[in-house]
């Protein structure tokens, strides 16, 4: 199973309907990760006046610098690349989406800048360059030390709670953004058409539906209208 399967299949288990209505900041066009995370936006609705007004007060000041932006947006992507179903989280808005929700739960900020701090080092260490400037191959060797915490050295502690945590915001920026809700095939509440039980299913039970019912009730052409009764 691939990143982008296991992640939904985490998705689908865990986000409840509220929260894919009402998660902040993801849009669904391409970010510009070198701006800060400061452009993202929110939606204007089911927020209250006092809601509105925090989220423009969040936005108004990036908390990440535009170099650990785009590290963000680097990582976002190998976690969640685009393939031939959807976007990649960038086309998602996860990094404006991180940049917003680590000034809405401050309790984020240190590990997640703790974190972007602890790749540059340790690729520094490896390639004698920050994590951003490495090339894929060697930005991809890091993460597969990290990514596996049951098979991660003990010494890749850190970033194992890393990139956990930027998995996990990963996954709920993108599985909350219009992009993601689509590739779960997400429909939430839409009108269907019902035409009965199945003949097999009465035919089991030594049932029809008589004429009458029929032509009242499973008349899909009728669906809209009142239904009167003798």
Known sequence: MDRRKSLKALALGTLSVSALLTAP???NKKTDAGKGGDKAKTPGYGRTEDEKVRDEQLNAAPYFTDAEMKTIAI?????IPADEHSGSATDAGVPEFIGFIVK???ELQLPMRGGLRWLDVQSAKRVNKSFSESTPEERLAIVDDIAY?????PEMS???AFFNLM???TATGFFTSKIG???LGYVGNTPNEWDG???DVLQQYGLSYDEKTLAECLKIEDRTKIMTWD
């Open 149 to 153: 915490p049951e098979k991660a050295k």
């Open 104 to 106: 809405d739960k401050p």
């Open 25 to 27: 900041g993801c849009d």
């Open 158 to 160: 850190q970033g194992v």
């Open 167 to 169: 998995r996990n915001l």
């Open 197 to 199: 039980v199945p003949d």
């Open 181 to 183: 809700i689509k590739d």
């Open 75 to 79: 990582l976002a992507d190998i976690i």
